[in-house]
């Protein structure tokens, strides 16, 4: 290998390996150097007796048609349309994702749902003043209460520090509009439009699957890439990278056989974590810079793989362990996701996962020992028979996740400010660019990557920056009345238009409907009960003679501490449906209002004489 190719590219993950695809498409050459035994990064699938198990759960499934073409034209007829179903698991009892109200009002009981409604009704009256941390960011949205039940257990267990320590960055990220709120909002009204231009239509019921898991896709894309000519080698870790303080020079390549030798190029894009990348730069970074780099922190993940003798056990695809009592955080159902996962019918494939450090406890445990782990904890959640589990095997993978911590931000600025200067050094992919990023943001900030080296001009950081988890599908509606979407929406959007919208946005803020009602059903359900319980705690003759005629109008109220309990339920009902139309018709006004005032702009802007001074493309 030399110069003669365009571009070198660090890890043949997902994010790698489009990179090497788009420059493939634009005639451009590369060398995709993967320190690892297989291709795909976190998307890769391994076999254990033919029996194949991701390293968690990679649905297919992008808002970016860009990247749904590329799944397409790599893998073709290859893809199977697979039903979504996932639970989570909390106190002994299944709850349906997305929410269904009879199934939480029956799993959570009256008196916690209650609870749950008050909590949420005090932080919509007293919410945190700031949102510096996870805690802060979820319990202002949906209550203390629906936080300690449904995010605290989990997210501790996924990051192995407590929420008040995790950026509410990354709750704005991943769960502002996949959460249980949303589910209910869902569940009970249907798709509601938001601030008049987009509808939350569904939270998918489908998503695309390899058949043969994501590994599949990935391997046929480093095939691709090998019958153009160009290269693709496993076993070649990138141990150095010389520059000269304004663009990398040459990247020192260790293989298998220790033998190391070093390789040049004019481009090179790395997806390697950062701070491998920096303590492999030669001369090395100031003081200053690998100080803050020692600061970013990683979560590393293993899964236990076991083969039950069993041919069906539960039709979820996973299910969320919402329980302290046990370690395994998620469970995948392998078969539900392809039947040819498993090779043998009467068996099923599970993958229990463990969010972990490298080196504690749980990472340091034998295989053996793992996987009568895992065997003990599925049979206390009486999720397979006893006995049932035949063999297993161990999967470990380190720096799963780049952790959004209260001091990663400020490091992670000072570490791109000091790489910017190398000129010809792109950084793309989840730990690329320590960013939770799903499999089609990797894959598209290696599209923009590419498209950079071959003249063009993007941010690839700017991929993912949007704050909105990939779960929603939405219709958005185009200035022509026409209903679609937009083929690349990772891609940045210019950025006045992106600033007018903010400010359209807070302008013409909407009333949350469901807040609302939830606010007056509950303030008018307790007064209603507090009403009555003091007439029967004072007593006398002909109690509660006057509040009684209200039986009239709720069926089955009455004076007595029964009748309190149903005046409670009907009158909490009664305020919900008068809140939540209050709330709607506010909106329904607001919102037209916001499109007169949207039409008056484009107006304005059409217009050949305004903002023509200082435009640009």
């Not at 009892?93 to 916690?112: H, I, Q, T």
């Amino acid at each position: 290998m030399s110069g003669s190719v365009d571009c070198l590219i660090i890890g043949a993950g997902p994010a790698g390996l489009t990179t090497a695809f788009e420059l493939r498409k634009r005639g451009k050459s590369s060398v995709v150097l993967e320190g690892g035994d297989d291709v795909g990064g976190l998307s890769k699938t391994c076999e254990h007796r033919g029996y194949r198990f991701d390293i968690g759960g990679h649905r297919f499934f992008t808002k970016v048609d860009y990247v749904q073409e590329l799944w397409l034209e790599i893998l073709g007829d290859e893809f199977l349309s697979r039903p979504r179903l996932s639970r989570i698991y909390y106190r002994g009892r299944m709850f349906d994702y997305p929410l269904k109200p009879s199934n939480a009002l029956l799993g959570l009981g009256v008196v916690e749902s209650l609870r749950i409604g008050l909590s949420y009704l005090r932080a919509s009256c007293f919410p945190s003043k700031e949102e510096r941390n996870f805690e802060q960011w979820v319990s202002n949205r949906f209550g203390k209460r629906l936080f300690q039940i449904f995010f605290k257990t989990y997210t501790e267990k996924v990051w192995g520090i407590p929420c008040d320590q995790i950026s509410a960055e990354w709750a704005a990220q991943r769960i502002k509009n996949l959460d249980l709120r949303a589910a209910v909002v869902n569940a009970f009204l249907g798709a509601r439009k938001k601030s008049g231009k987009q509808v939350i239509t569904t939270l998918i019921e489908r998503f695309q699957y390899p058949r043969f898991g994501p590994g599949q896709m990935w391997r046929a894309c480093a095939d691709k890439l090998r019958a153009a000519g160009d290269t693709v080698e496993l076993g070649a870790m990138v141990t150095r990278l010389r520059h000269d303080g304004a663009k990398v020079l040459a990247a020192t390549v260790t293989r298998r056989d220790g033998s190391a030798a070093e390789v040049t190029a004019p481009n090179f894009v790395s997806t390697m974590p950062v701070r491998h990348l920096l303590r492999a730069l030669d001369p090395p970074p100031p003081p200053e810079v690998l100080a803050a780099n020692d600061r970013l922190r990683y979560r590393d993940f293993l899964t236990v793989a076991v083969i039950v003798d069993a041919a069906e056990l539960f039709p979820d695809n996973w299910i969320y362990i919402h329980a302290p009592d046990v370690k395994v955080g998620r469970i995948q159902n392998y078969k539900n996701w392809s039947p040819d996962m498993v090779p043998d019918p009467r068996k099923t494939a599970l993958g229990l996962e463990y969010f972990v450090q490298e080196g504690d406890e749980l990472w340091s445990m034998s295989d053996e020992e793992l996987v009568a782990l895992a065997t003990r904890e599925c049979e206390q959640l009486d999720l397979i028979p006893k006995g049932a589990v035949e063999d297993g095997c161990v999967i470990r993978e380190k720096k799963a996740y780049p952790v959004y911590d209260d001091v990663y931000r400020e490091a992670l600025a000072e570490i791109r400010a000091y790489l910017d200067r190398l000129r010809n050094l792109q950084l793309v992919g989840r730990n690329g660019q320590h960013r939770y990023n799903n499999q089609d943001h990797s894959m598209m900030s290696g599209v923009l990557a590419a498209r950079n080296i071959a003249g063009e001009d993007h941010d690839v950081w700017a991929v993912n920056v949007e704050q909105d988890y990939h779960e929603e599908r939405r219709d958005e509606r185009a200035e022509d009345g026409r209903s679609g979407a937009s083929g690349e929406r990772l891609v940045p959007a210019r950025v006045a238009e992106r600033a007018l919208d903010e400010a359209l946005e807070a302008t013409f803020a909407r009333y949350d409907a469901v807040a609302l009602g939830v606010a007056v059903g509950v303030v008018a359900g307790l007064c209603l009960f507090v009403a009555t319980a003091v007439l029967l705690l004072r007593g006398g003759v002909g109690v509660g003679h006057h509040l009684s005629v209200l039986g009239n109008y709720l069926y089955g109220y009455s004076v007595t501490w029964p009748g309190a309990l149903v005046g409670l339920i009907e009158a909490a009902a009664v305020g919900f449906l008068h809140g939540w139309l209050i709330g709607r018709l506010t909106n329904a006004i607001i919102g037209r209002e916001q499109r007169r005032f949207e039409a008056l702009i484009r107006e304005t802007a059409a217009s050949p004489d305004v903002f023509a001074e200082g435009s640009s493309e």
